[in-house]
């Protein structure tokens, strides 16, 4: 069965600052999904990452997958208000086409 | 282009009652799935259909009924609604992780409260 991790699942930190969110799961998968969810909305997609080193840049973020460590991060350089949100995993269980997301870290970016 | 439409946004029942939540996607995607999303308990998928005719347990199926008759449309079911059933419902779409990446396109979700 696979299982998807997020750590942290809350952050608080200051604006500018950087920092590293990690999504561990705990089966083979070489997809691996980014979504962003402000409160109360919906989730709108921030990421698709497809092969082993894959590695995405949209402005402050960075999304990178490592098959082999079966591992995710979203790093976030120099943070800004505007990035204060929820953000999921999701990792593709290639066997049954099952997405599954991790529970979410909740990230509160203090101006 | 709508995207992927969901009825009701927001819906109260008492326990017992049955009621069907609407999906609807007009991109014409094959895959298609519903969640529910609880207080730090993430997204949980609830089923899945890779196309039309074909429907799938996901990792919290019970208490819900699905059926895929066309490409469009994947309603969920609550047959007997339990206050544990109270939730946000996302219904989701891609065009499946066969053909394309699998990217998921979601609702705006629909809000559940079960007396």
């Known amino acids: 069965e696979l299982k998807v991790e997020q750590n942290p699942l809350f952050l608080s930190m200051q604006e500018g600052k950087n920092y590293t969110i990690y999504c561990n799961y705990s089966?083979?998968?070489?997809?691996l999904y980014w979504y962003r969810q402000d409160p109360g909305k919906s989730l709108e997609s921030l990421f698709v990452?497809?092969?082993?080193?894959a590695v995405k840049q949209e402005g402050r973020l960075m999304a990178s997958l490592d098959t082999k460590a079966r591992l995710s991060t979203l790093h976030i350089t120099a943070a800004v208000h505007d990035l204060s949100a929820t953000y999921f995993c999701a990792v593709d269980h290639l066997r049954d086409d099952k997405i599954i997301f991790g529970k979410g870290t909740r990230l509160h970016i203090l101006p | 282009n709508a995207g992927v439409t969901q009825t009701p946004k927001f819906q109260v029942l008492k326990t017992g009652q049955s009621m069907t939540l609407q999906c609807a996607q007009d991109?014409?995607?094959?895959?298609m799935s519903w969640y529910r999303q609880d207080p730090g308990m993430g997204l949980r998928l609830i089923h899945y259909s890779v196309g039309a005719g074909i429907t799938d347990q996901g990792e919290v199926p019970n208490g819900y009924n699905v059926s895929r008759s066309t490409t469009e449309d994947f309603p969920l079911r609550l047959l007997s609604a339990a206050p544990s059933q109270t939730s946000v419902y996302f219904c989701?779409?891609?065009?499946?992780?066969?053909?394309?990446?699998?990217?998921?396109?979601f609702g705006e979700g629909s809000r559940l409260t079960v007396l």
């Open positions: 089966t083979t998968s070489d997809r």
């Open positions: 990452l497809l092969s082993n080193g």
């Open positions: 989701a779409s891609s065009f499946g992780q066969a053909v394309d990446t699998g990217e998921l396109f």
């Open positions: 991109m014409n995607h094959e895959y």
